[in-house]
C-alpha cells in the first residue's frame, strides 16, 4: 500500500513565522504534489514535482516555495505567514507522469493532510 | 469555464440503495484519465476508481462502478449497497495530456447514508 505522510495534522502559527510542511511518500513515486483545500474552493494546486529538484508552479503558488532534495520527501515553505493561508494542506504522490494522460500510474495518493492555522 | 463540474453539494441516500453522484467535465484532450475520491471527515483524500479516456469499459471496484458516457463527458459514481461507512464528501477530478500533468478537482459532492 502506498503511504504517504505529513510532519502535522494541525499547526498554529504567528503572521509572519516561516512555515515548514513535510510530506514523505515511501513507494518511490516520481511525482508529488501540494494543494491546499478551503470550503467552497475545493482542492487547489500550489506546486508540484516531477523529479528531484525539479517544481512546477501550480495555480496559486504566491506566498509559497517548494524544495525537493530527495525523492521522497516534498516540503512546502510558507516564508512569513499571512493568516490568509489558513487552510487544510493535502500533499499527492503519484507514480509517474508518461507525457500522456489516461493511464492508472497517474492516480494520486494524498496524505492525512495538515490543518494550519496563522493567528 | 469549470473543467470539472459536480452539480450535487449535498445528496442523502438510504443504506442499503445505491447512489449516483454526477461528474460532467470538460476538455478537447484525446487523452485524459478521470478518478474519484473519497474524504470523511478525518480529512484524508481516499482513491476510489480511476477511468482512462481509452478504456471501453466502464471501471468497477467492489461496490463503486464508474458510468462513463464519453460522448457526454459524464463520469458518475455509482455506489451500490450503501453503508453507514460512506458517508463522506466525494470528489472527482481528471488529469489531462495537455496541462501538464496537473489535475483539476471538482468541488465534491457531501453524501449522507440514512440508517
Known amino acids: 500500500d502506498v503511504k504517504v505522510t505529513q510532519s502535522s495534522r494541525y499547526l498554529v502559527k504567528r503572521t509572519g513565522e516561516k512555515v515548514f510542511l513535510e510530506c514523505v511518500q515511501d513507494?518511490?513515486?516520481?511525482?508529488m504534489f501540494w494543494y491546499r483545500q478551503d470550503p467552497g474552493l475545493g482542492l487547489r494546486l500550489i506546486y508540484f514535482?516531477?523529479?528531484?529538484?525539479?517544481?512546477e508552479k501550480g495555480d496559486i503558488p504566491e506566498g509559497y516555495s517548494v524544495s525537493r532534495e530527495k525523492k521522497e520527501r516534498f516540503s512546502l515553505i510558507l516564508e512569513s505567514a499571512s493568516t490568509n493561508q489558513t487552510s487544510m494542506y493535502l500533499c499527492?504522490?503519484?507514480?509517474?507522469?508518461?507525457?500522456?494522460?489516461?493511464?492508472?500510474?497517474?492516480?494520486?495518493?494524498f496524505g492525512p493532510g495538515t490543518r494550519l492555522t496563522v493567528l | 469555464a469549470q473543467k470539472i463540474t459536480q452539480t450535487q453539494p449535498g445528496m442523502f441516500v438510504q443504506e442499503k440503495e445505491a447512489v449516483t453522484l454526477d461528474c460532467t467535465y470538460d476538455?478537447?484532450?484525446?487523452?485524459?484519465?478521470l478518478f474519484w475520491y473519497k474524504q470523511p471527515s478525518s480529512g484524508e483524500m481516499i482513491f476510489l476508481i480511476y477511468?482512462?479516456?481509452?478504456?471501453?469499459q466502464n471501471a468497477t471496484e467492489g461496490r463503486y462502478s464508474l458510468n462513463f458516457q464519453k460522448a457526454r463527458k459524464s463520469a458518475n459514481l455509482v455506489i451500490s449497497a450503501s453503508q453507514l461507512g460512506d458517508s463522506a464528501m466525494y470528489f472527482c477530478a481528471m488529469r489531462e495530456s495537455t496541462n501538464a500533468g496537473k489535475s483539476t478537482f471538482g468541488d465534491g459532492t457531501t453524501l449522507t447514508v440514512k440508517p
Open positions: 499527492a504522490s503519484s507514480l509517474e507522469w508518461l507525457g500522456l494522460a489516461g493511464s492508472v500510474t497517474d492516480t494520486q495518493y
Open positions: 513507494m518511490d513515486h516520481e511525482n
Open positions: 514535482s516531477y523529479d528531484v529538484k525539479m517544481k
Open positions: 477511468q482512462g479516456s481509452y478504456d471501453e
Open positions: 476538455t478537447s484532450d484525446q487523452s485524459y484519465g
